[in-house]
T-cell receptor, first 115, second 112 residues
Framework: EPEVTQTPSHQVTQMGQEVILRCVPI?????FYWYRQILGQKVEFLVS????????KSEIFDDQFSVERPDGSNFTLKIRSTKLEDSAMYFC?????????????FGPGTRLTVL | GEDVEQSLFLSVREGDSSVINCTYT??????LYWYKQEPGAGLQLLTY?????DMKQDQRLTVLLNKKDKHLSLRIADTQTGDSAIYFC????????????FGPGTRLSVLP
């Protein structure tokens, strides 16, 4: 069965550094998402992306965050200058049509640790 | 804003039924979902229910929705050790975009 993959599985960085989290969505999917889960807290929506542009973003997704689909297969989340509070598990997801009854497939996550 | 709450832990014996509960605040929710997260894995969609339904059954899973009380439950019949995971309730109030609001997750432990 096709699956969403994410790399790296764990990223450790120093505060103030830039990080790029990578995701390879399922190949025929058109809608892409990033979520994060701070340890012990809820899964939170960050951003959705369709047709090479952001379709929706949450309050968490401020100017420090950006997303890109650089080459038609990868979908990246960049954090420009990491803060301690960015430490979390980041999940990428994709779906075919973006409708609420369409299954959203999640990747296994990247654990980001900011020191 | 929207909020989704769940109890954090549940332990059951293998073979028993598990009932995981969820409450939500947004009465305009259109769809409610149950996701499962196994250790080291992403979230896997188990089932969803449209807000005009009361119940949905899918093999060992039964979802009950009480819209008046804004209460959703997931019943797993004949719980197995492989069902041990974190179960997330989620809602959306729109027809597109899948901007979900997730609950904190219930950690289900199945004891032999």
């Amino acid at each position: 069965e096709p699956e969403v993959t994410q790399t790296p599985s764990h990223q450790v960085t120093q505060m103030g550094q830039e990080v790029i989290l990578r995701c390879v969505p399922i190949s025929n999917h058109l809608y892409f998402y990033w979520y994060r889960q701070i340890l012990g807290q809820k899964v939170e929506f960050l951003v959705s992306f369709y047709n090479n542009e952001i379709s929706e973003k949450s309050e968490i997704f401020d100017d420090q965050f950006s997303v890109e689909r650089p080459d038609g297969s990868n979908f990246t989340l960049k954090i420009r200058s990491t803060k301690l509070e960015d430490s979390a598990m980041y999940f990428c997801a994709s779906s075919k049509t973006g409708t609420v009854t369409d299954t959203q497939y999640f990747g296994p996550g990247t654990r980001l640790t900011v020191l | 804003g929207e909020d989704v709450e769940q109890s954090l832990f549940l332990s059951v014996r293998e073979g028993d039924s598990s009932v995981i509960n969820c409450t939500y605040t947004d009465s305009s929710s259109t769809y409610l979902y149950w996701y499962k997260q196994e250790p080291g894995a992403g979230l896997q969609l188990l089932t969803y229910i449209f807000s005009n339904m009361d119940m949905k059954q899918d093999q060992r899973l039964t979802v009950l929705l009480n819209k008046k009380d804004k209460h959703l439950s997931l019943r797993i019949a004949d719980t197995q050790t492989g069902d041990s995971a974190i179960y997330f309730c989620a809602e959306t109030f729109r027809d597109y975009g899948q901007n979900f609001v997730f609950g904190p997750g219930t950690r289900l432990s199945v004891l032999p």
